[in-house]
Protein backbone atom coordinates (compact mmCIF):
# COMPACT_ATOMS: atom_id res chain seq x y z
CA UNK A 1 0.00 0.00 0.00
CA UNK A 2 0.40 3.39 -0.73
CA UNK A 3 1.07 6.16 2.18
CA UNK A 4 -0.98 8.95 1.28
CA UNK A 5 -0.49 12.32 3.03
CA UNK A 6 -3.43 14.70 2.61
CA UNK A 7 -2.61 19.11 3.27
CA UNK A 8 -4.56 22.07 2.68
CA UNK A 9 -7.51 22.28 4.31
CA UNK A 10 -8.75 24.79 6.61
CA UNK A 11 -11.49 27.05 7.27
CA UNK A 12 -12.86 29.20 4.56
CA UNK A 13 -16.25 31.50 4.44
CA UNK A 14 -18.61 30.31 2.15
CA UNK A 15 -17.87 31.64 -1.92
CA UNK A 16 -13.75 30.97 -1.14
CA UNK A 17 -11.72 28.41 -2.29
CA UNK A 18 -9.24 25.66 -1.22
CA UNK A 19 -6.63 23.37 -2.93
CA UNK A 20 -5.94 20.48 -1.25
CA UNK A 21 -2.81 18.15 -2.28
CA UNK A 22 -2.25 14.85 -1.56
CA UNK A 23 1.42 13.20 -1.43
CA UNK A 24 1.86 9.77 -1.96
CA UNK A 25 5.52 7.94 -0.53
CA UNK A 26 5.98 6.14 -3.85
CA UNK A 27 4.69 6.07 -7.89
CA UNK A 28 1.45 7.09 -8.16
CA UNK A 29 1.98 5.02 -11.61
CA UNK A 30 0.60 2.11 -10.03
CA UNK A 31 -2.38 3.42 -8.79
CA UNK A 32 -5.46 3.92 -11.09
CA UNK A 33 -7.40 5.77 -10.06
CA UNK A 34 -7.20 8.15 -7.52
CA UNK A 35 -9.60 10.42 -5.66
CA UNK A 36 -11.04 12.74 -3.16
CA UNK A 37 -13.94 11.16 -1.20
CA UNK A 38 -15.48 13.34 2.25
CA UNK A 39 -16.80 12.28 5.52
CA UNK A 40 -19.19 14.66 7.29
CA UNK A 41 -20.41 14.20 10.83
CA UNK A 42 -23.54 11.62 11.02
CA UNK A 43 -22.85 11.08 7.33
CA UNK A 44 -21.65 8.09 5.39
CA UNK A 45 -18.61 8.76 3.34
CA UNK A 46 -18.87 9.73 -0.39
CA UNK A 47 -17.13 9.91 -3.64
CA UNK A 48 -16.28 13.65 -4.42
CA UNK A 49 -13.95 13.29 -7.44
CA UNK A 50 -11.72 10.28 -9.18
CA UNK A 51 -9.11 10.78 -11.84
CA UNK A 52 -7.60 7.58 -13.95
CA UNK A 53 -3.79 7.49 -15.07
CA UNK A 54 -5.09 9.21 -18.33
CA UNK A 55 -6.57 11.64 -17.00
CA UNK A 56 -10.45 10.53 -17.15
CA UNK A 57 -12.59 12.07 -14.42
CA UNK A 58 -15.03 11.85 -12.31
CA UNK A 59 -17.23 14.29 -10.21
CA UNK A 60 -19.81 13.91 -7.88
CA UNK A 61 -23.01 16.14 -8.87
CA UNK A 62 -22.49 18.45 -5.62
CA UNK A 63 -19.52 19.47 -6.80
CA UNK A 64 -19.18 19.57 -10.56
CA UNK A 65 -18.14 22.68 -11.94
CA UNK A 66 -16.79 24.24 -9.12
CA UNK A 67 -13.93 21.38 -8.02
CA UNK A 68 -10.95 20.41 -10.17
CA UNK A 69 -9.19 17.34 -9.91
CA UNK A 70 -5.71 16.78 -11.12
CA UNK A 71 -2.45 14.64 -10.76
CA UNK A 72 0.98 15.11 -11.51
CA UNK A 73 2.35 11.88 -12.01
CA UNK A 74 6.25 13.41 -11.46
CA UNK A 75 5.31 14.88 -8.84
CA UNK A 76 3.49 11.48 -7.27
CA UNK A 77 0.30 14.23 -6.01
CA UNK A 78 -2.93 14.54 -6.72
CA UNK A 79 -4.74 18.08 -5.84
CA UNK A 80 -8.24 19.13 -5.72
CA UNK A 81 -9.26 22.37 -6.69
CA UNK A 82 -12.22 23.59 -4.85
CA UNK A 83 -13.90 26.72 -6.01
CA UNK A 84 -17.32 28.88 -4.59
CA UNK A 85 -17.18 26.49 -1.88
CA UNK A 86 -20.60 25.93 0.67
CA UNK A 87 -21.15 25.43 3.90
CA UNK A 88 -22.78 22.03 3.18
CA UNK A 89 -19.09 21.39 1.89
CA UNK A 90 -17.81 21.20 5.38
CA UNK A 91 -16.36 17.32 5.73
CA UNK A 92 -12.87 15.59 6.15
CA UNK A 93 -11.47 15.04 2.65
CA UNK A 94 -9.51 11.74 1.96
CA UNK A 95 -7.44 10.99 -0.63
CA UNK A 96 -7.91 7.56 -1.84
CA UNK A 97 -6.03 5.01 -4.27
CA UNK A 98 -6.67 1.94 -5.63
CA UNK A 99 -3.90 -0.53 -6.92
CA UNK A 100 -3.66 -1.40 -10.42
CA UNK A 101 -3.10 -5.17 -9.92
CA UNK A 102 -4.08 -5.95 -6.61
CA UNK A 103 -7.17 -2.96 -6.55
CA UNK A 104 -6.09 -2.50 -3.01
CA UNK A 105 -7.35 0.43 -1.81
CA UNK A 106 -5.34 3.33 0.56
CA UNK A 107 -6.62 5.71 2.32
CA UNK A 108 -5.25 9.12 3.91
CA UNK A 109 -5.54 10.22 7.07
CA UNK A 110 -8.12 13.01 5.50
CA UNK A 111 -8.06 17.07 6.41
CA UNK A 112 -10.38 19.06 7.44
CA UNK A 113 -12.45 21.56 5.44
CA UNK A 114 -14.91 24.19 7.01
CA UNK A 115 -16.62 26.75 5.07
CA UNK A 116 -18.74 29.10 7.32
CA UNK A 117 -21.87 30.66 5.81
Known amino acids: QVQLVESGGGLVQAGGSLRLSCAAYGSILTYNPMGWYRQAPGKQREMVAT???????NYADSVKGRFTISRDNAKNTVYLQMNSLKPEDTAVYYC???????????WGQGTQVTVSS
Open 51 to 57: ITSGGYT
Open 96 to 106: NAVHVYSRRTS
